[in-house]
């Protein structure tokens, strides 16, 4: 078992009960989120390749600008 987390089994003659502690629930929570973004982004890349793939993937300058400035932004007062 990891560091932190508990599991706490208590079992009766009619049933059994698991019992995880507060940081398994959270730790279990994460993991379906990241498993949930992986899968959409693995959509997307999908739908970004067959449109490149048709030629009809066409990029936003602007947007692409407002991205690296947002980025270099946060970069920069991240440091400070």
């Known amino acids: 078992m990891q560091q932190g987390i508990e ?15 507060k940081k398994a629930r959270e730790f ?6 990241v498993r949930t973004g992986n899968e959409l982004r693995s959509q997307k890349v999908k739908q970004i390749k067959e449109r490149v793939s048709k030629g ?19 970069r920069i007062l991240e440091k400070k």
Do not use: C, M, P, T
């Open 7 to 21: 599991l706490k089994i208590q079992q009766s003659r009619e049933s059994a009960r698991v019992n995880i502690s």
């Open 28 to 33: 279990q929570r994460i993991a379906g989120l």
């Open 56 to 74: 009809d993937y066409n990029v936003d300058a602007q947007e692409v600008s407002k991205s690296i400035i947002r980025s270099e932004v946060f």
